[in-house]
């Protein structure tokens, strides 16, 4: 009987094919990871569909192939070289495991934001948001991160062996299959950005970033054309025109605070009863405002200055030294207001130094010039803002007219204004805690209110009231916090006019109406003409026109509301969302596929030059 012939062993693994492998597998099980962890968070219905896993990883694969190819190109240089061998080993395994440590810490931001970082989310992430990251150092948490790396290190170094022929082949089939397939399926897939490959996506926003801000001012001139006919109900509020002339103006923005929360536009509790009372008694409500970017500095230049912002820009394309505009404030003060601002947060989150400093403001203060015992990360407590405030007030010549702007922090994640105080709403859950934390930032409303009564000023003061965004708690799926999404509960805000004298009681105005027209009904109401190169108008007089929205921190996504239709687009991959507001106010079911015109029409309209 003849000796069987042995079996000859697979010829061993270079090394870049090692780290090839390794990486591979850590990035399979970072992308399964997200999946599970989403599952048991409950949002990820969206990934039901045979085409989730070429979706979920194709791009992770360009990655692979890009470090990949460039490991095996220079390392097929070196080959005849020991020492150069080994610095391109170590510089390589030095690449994987930088680009292997970020995928991986990527895994809970993207469970949590459904995007990993952009280049816009990680400007913000500085010491400011310190309060908001520490809820979000969990166990389950930092074990994806570990099993990951983890993952990657051990196969590359538990590889020693080419995979044989047929192995290979199946690898290889299945990774073409992939690579084709997933861009294909892209516009099949709900996958709320968490397709996204974490390294690439970055890069990606940054050149964005860099590109578009080469724009900005041509954009921002240009805004969204307007090509829709005006639609939906209006109220005629012509006769309010210089209804507040000569008065003064408090202008206060409302931070992270949703119509949808607040008393006067339906929501059953009452978080902010101080402001309640005011409105009712001489207020003008708009029953549909949008903030036309939801993010705070942003939005606040695109109040400050009548005009949209452009996506993937950042603040600092936005300075005046940039990006000249006919600020609010610099109009008033041209006709002898004194002019404020004070803010309860720091100057330095999301660059807001950029959009304030050299507007008109006589006056800037914020958390580091404010004097108060309780401080967090992001501000300071709201009654140190309001008696910072009064005292500027107190300081100025007899006779003096005022333009002050307060902008609290009560709202803010992670709902804990520093000092405290009661939590009316309870403290359970993120809603509770949000609803109770905007009930003490009311207070602090009460008193900067009652200040200006016992100093007689109240009476003769335009009180202009709006958030400058919304804020979510999953009412759609992976809709956390503001950014993300330009759903009904990240941009559709309160905004209000209060007018002593002028109006008795509550006065409620249908039309739709953008925050970049608040700046110039403000003016309309005092009865000064508004700058040309303003892009809202006053909503006194106007139609109902169509209100565009777009948000850039996670998936691009432009918006319209045009009449009772709500219509969002994401251009990339081509998906878009029609909802009839007066059936379907939630947006929970698209209607697209039923009014293709409209959709259409939308599409174009949000698509023009």
């Known amino acids: 009987m003849s000796a069987q012939a042995p079996v000859s062993a697979q010829p061993p693994a270079p090394a870049w094919l090692r780290r090839a492998l390794g990486f591979l597998c850590a990035l399979l099980l970072a992308k399964l990871l997200l999946v599970l962890l989403r599952v048991a968070d409950g949002g990820a219905r969206g990934l039901a569909s045979p085409w989730t896993p070429a979706v979920m990883i194709y791009r992770d694969l360009w990655l692979l192939l890009s470090l990949a190819g460039l490991d095996a190109a220079a390392s097929w240089l070196v080959r005849a070289r020991a020492g150069a061998a080994r610095v391109v080993s170590l510089a390589m395994g030095a690449l994987y495991l930088g680009a292997l440590g970020y995928c991986a810490f990527n895994v809970p931001v993207a469970r949590t934001m459904s995007t990993p970082l952009t280049a816009l989310i990680l400007g913000a992430a500085g010491g400011a948001l310190s309060d908001s990251i520490k809820v979000y150092v969990t166990f389950g948490n930092i074990a994806s991160i570990v ?251 007899r006779g003096a007219r005022f333009f002050a702007m307060y902008m609290p922090i009560a709202g803010h994640h992670p709902y804990s204004i520093p000092g405290g105080g009661p939590s009316p709403f309870g403290s359970a859950t993120d809603t509770q805690r949000y609803l109770s934390d905007l009930f003490r930032g009311d207070l602090a409303l009460g008193e900067l209110l009652s200040g200006l009564a016992a100093r007689g000023r109240l009476a003769r003061t335009l009180v202009v009231v709006h958030g400058d965004h919304g804020q979510a708690f999953f009412q759609h799926e992976g809709n956390f916090a503001h950014t993300l999404f330009i759903y009904e509960e990240n941009v559709r805000v309160p905004l209000y006019f209060i007018v002593p004298g002028a109006l008795t009681g509550l006065t409620r105005a249908p039309q739709l109406a953008s925050l970049t027209d608040v700046a110039p009904t403000t003016l309309a109401l005092l009865g000064l003409a508004a700058p040309t190169d303003w892009r809202g108008r006053s909503l006194l007089g106007a139609d109902s026109r169509a209100v565009r929205f777009y948000t850039d921190h996670g998936v691009l996504q432009l918006g319209l509301r045009h009449g009772r239709y709500k219509y969002i687009l994401e251009p990339r991959s081509g998906r878009q969302r029609l909802f009839d507001l007066d059936n379907d106010p939630a947006e929970k079911k698209d209607v697209a596929t039923q009014r293709p015109r409209r959709a259409a029409r939308y599409r174009g309209s949000l698509s023009a030059p």
């Open 147 to 397: 099993a990951v790396i983890a993952c990657g290190v051990i196969v590359a170094w538990r590889v020693r062996r080419r995979p044989s022929r047929r192995a290979a082949t199946i690898l290889a089939t299945l990774l073409v299959a992939a690579l084709l397939l997933g861009p294909l399926g892209l516009g099949r897939v709900e996958s709320l950005g968490l397709h996204r490959n974490a390294l690439l996506t970055l890069l990606r926003t940054a050149l964005a970033q860099r590109d578009d801000a080469r724009s900005a001012d041509a954009s921002a001139r240009r805004a969204w054309r307007e090509r829709l006919p005006a639609a939906g109900a209006r109220r005629d509020l012509s006769h309010l025109r210089g209804a507040a002339r000569g008065r003064d103006v408090l202008w206060i923005v409302l931070e992270s605070t949703g119509a949808r929360y607040l008393a006067p536009y339906g929501a059953r509790h009452d978080p902010t009863p101080n402001l309640t009372r005011l409105v009712r008694r001489s207020g003008l409500l708009f029953e549909s405002a949008y903030a036309t970017y939801p993010e705070s500095i942003k939005g606040l230049w695109s109040v400050l200055c009548a005009r949209a912002p452009t996506p993937n820009t950042s603040a600092a394309e936005y300075a005046a030294s940039k990006l000249s505009c006919k600020a609010l404030p610099a109009v008033l003060r041209a006709r002898g207001y004194r002019t404020a601002l004070f803010h309860s947060g720091r100057f330095v989150y999301l660059g807001m130094r950029h959009i304030v400093d050299a507007r008109g403001f006589d006056v800037l203060r914020d958390a580091g010039d404010i004097k108060s015992a309780h401080a967090s990360s992001f501000g300071v407590d709201e009654r140190s803002t309001v008696k910072a405030l009064l005292g500027w007030l107190d300081g100025l010549p």
